[in-house]
């Protein structure tokens, strides 16, 4: 079945530690993307790309970091840069035209313990 | 920029009621809009959609109706279930963001036997 997988579902994090959330979809599309989900605000986009070896910085991306090598991959490294990491990660993609729907992975919870 | 705003929640119903979420937004041009849907520790799935003004989308008995004089896309369905209970989120896709989406802060459902 084609889709979006996230890995890991849950993720413990120390303090100081940097983590690599990981995305992979098989639905051959161009555009991917990463978003954060806080209780009452919604998602936040944290980068995306739309092409192989490029990619942008969304509205919050201080802390983050990404890389897109492969059409298939986009994973999120979350800093100790980053000061509040704990939340729920999601990572979502979809064609490159106008119009178009994003589809979205199951999440990564992701706790600073 | 673009932004969206969603009626304030959470929203709690019997079954069988009538159910609206309101939905208003800002962007230039003709932006496509959403609705998604997200179920508790799960990702988010396309409900429905409409790309240009006065197109109403529609699925699972869920309708909205992209109303550019009024800059709505207010979610209806005539008789909530019980497994309707989920959260609510309206996004956008401006006309020149091919595919990067904004949302609104989302509307807790809860629907009660």
């Known amino acids: 079945d084609g889709g979006i997988t996230q890995s890991p579902k849950y993720l413990f994090r120390k303090e100081g530690q940097n983590v690599t959330l990981s995305c992979e979809q098989n639905?051959?599309?161009?555009?991917m993307y990463w978003y954060r989900q806080d209780p009452g605000q919604g998602l936040r986009l944290i980068y995306y790309?739309?092409?192989?070896?490029?990619?942008q910085k969304g509205d919050i991306a201080e802390g983050y970091s990404v890389s897109r090598e492969k059409k298939e991959s986009f994973p999120l490294t979350v800093t100790s840069a980053q000061k509040n990491p704990t939340a729920f990660y999601l990572c979502?993609?979809?064609?490159?035209?106008?119009?178009?729907?994003?589809?979205f992975g199951q999440g990564t919870r992701l706790t600073v313990v | 920029g673009d932004s969206v705003t969603q009626m304030e929640g959470p929203v709690t119903l019997s079954e069988e009621a009538f159910l609206t979420i309101n939905c208003t937004y800002t962007?230039?041009?003709?932006?496509?809009l959403f609705w998604y849907v997200q179920y508790p520790g799960e990702g988010l799935q396309l409900l429905l959609k409409?790309?240009?003004?006065?197109d109403k989308g529609s699925n699972k008995g869920f309708e909205a109706t992209y109303r550019k004089e009024t800059t709505s896309f207010h979610l209806e369905k005539g008789s909530v279930q019980v497994s309707d209970s989920a959260v609510y989120f309206c996004?956008?896709?401006?006309?020149?963001?091919?595919?990067?989406?904004?949302f609104g802060q989302g509307t807790i459902l809860t629907v009660h036997p």
């Open positions: 979502a993609s979809s064609n490159r035209g106008l119009n178009t729907e994003a589809f």
């Open positions: 996004a956008l896709s401006g006309s020149s963001s091919y595919g990067k989406l904004t």
């Open positions: 639905l051959n599309h161009d555009a």
């Open positions: 962007a230039t041009g003709y932006p496509s």
């Open positions: 790309s739309q092409i192989v070896n490029d990619f």
């Open positions: 409409a790309t240009k003004a006065d």
